[in-house]
């Protein structure tokens, strides 16, 4: 905790205990819901750092990343629906980003033939090159915020979240 905690009253000490999830014990709630804020501040730390990077770095927006790496594993493109259903937003969400990028050159759409009303978006070669050095920068900042988390621990964290990914999905 930062600043004096002298001077901090106890009831605004509690509150930080449990939406930072520093303190471990009962008090600050039943072990899923410090298990849920401790993975969702994580989450925000390094989704800010991330976000905060492309835009000083690259003058562009995680949400055009997440767009362009999801164009990057489907040559063949993806219609506006099954961008949004995978990236999780709205359609009018990514037609605005992919019009963004369609300006730039780094994306084309076409009509699919089978339904005029819907379009795929794919990753020009220019679209392709910019996406390449976002993904490289990307992957060093994740493998600067992993450096100093032994190995070990990495793949006891993947193994947890991958039962707690099971343990969700059979909860419906």
Same mark, same amino acid.
């Given at each position: 905790?930062?600043?004096?905690?002298?001077?901090?009253?106890?009831?605004?000490?509690?509150?930080?205990?449990?939406?930072? #999830?520093?303190?471990?014990?009962?008090?600050?709630?039943?072990?899923?819901?410090?298990?849920?804020?401790?993975?969702?501040?994580?989450?925000?730390?390094?989704?800010?750092?991330?976000?905060?990077?492309?835009?000083?770095?690259? #003058?562009?927006?995680?949400?055009?990343?997440?767009?362009?790496?999801?164009?990057?594993?489907?040559?063949?493109?993806?219609?506006?629906?099954?961008?949004?259903?995978?990236?999780?937003?709205?359609?009018?969400?990514?037609?605005?980003?992919?019009?963004?990028?369609?300006?730039? #050159?780094?994306?084309?759409?076409?009509?699919?033939?089978?339904?005029?009303?819907?379009?795929?978006?794919?990753?020009?070669?220019?679209?392709?090159?910019?996406?390449?050095?976002?993904?490289?920068?990307?992957?060093?900042?994740?493998?600067?915020?992993?450096?100093?988390?032994?190995?070990?621990?990495?793949?006891?964290?993947?193994?947890?979240? #991958?039962?707690?990914?099971?343990?969700?999905?059979?909860?419906?």
């Amino acid at each position: 905790m930062s600043g004096n905690d002298a001077t901090i009253s106890p009831a605004r000490k509690r509150r930080r205990t449990i939406v930072t #999830g520093e303190k471990l014990d009962k008090a600050a709630g039943p072990a899923e819901l410090r298990v849920w804020l401790r993975l969702l501040s994580v989450t925000m730390m390094l989704e800010k750092r991330l976000r905060r990077r492309f835009a000083d770095q690259f #003058g562009t927006t995680l949400p055009r990343f997440d767009i362009m790496a999801a164009l990057d594993r489907q040559p063949d493109g993806l219609t506006m629906s099954a961008l949004s259903q995978a990236l999780l937003v709205s359609n009018g969400n990514v037609t605005a980003i992919v019009r963004q990028l369609e300006k730039e #050159g780094l994306v084309e759409t076409r009509a699919v033939m089978t339904d005029r009303r819907s379009s795929i978006a794919v990753l020009t070669a220019a679209g392709q090159t910019r996406f390449g050095e976002l993904a490289a920068a990307h992957h060093g900042w994740i493998a600067e915020a992993f450096a100093t988390l032994p190995g070990a621990h990495q793949t006891q964290l993947y193994r947890l979240l #991958g039962a707690l990914k099971q343990a969700i999905g059979r909860t419906g």
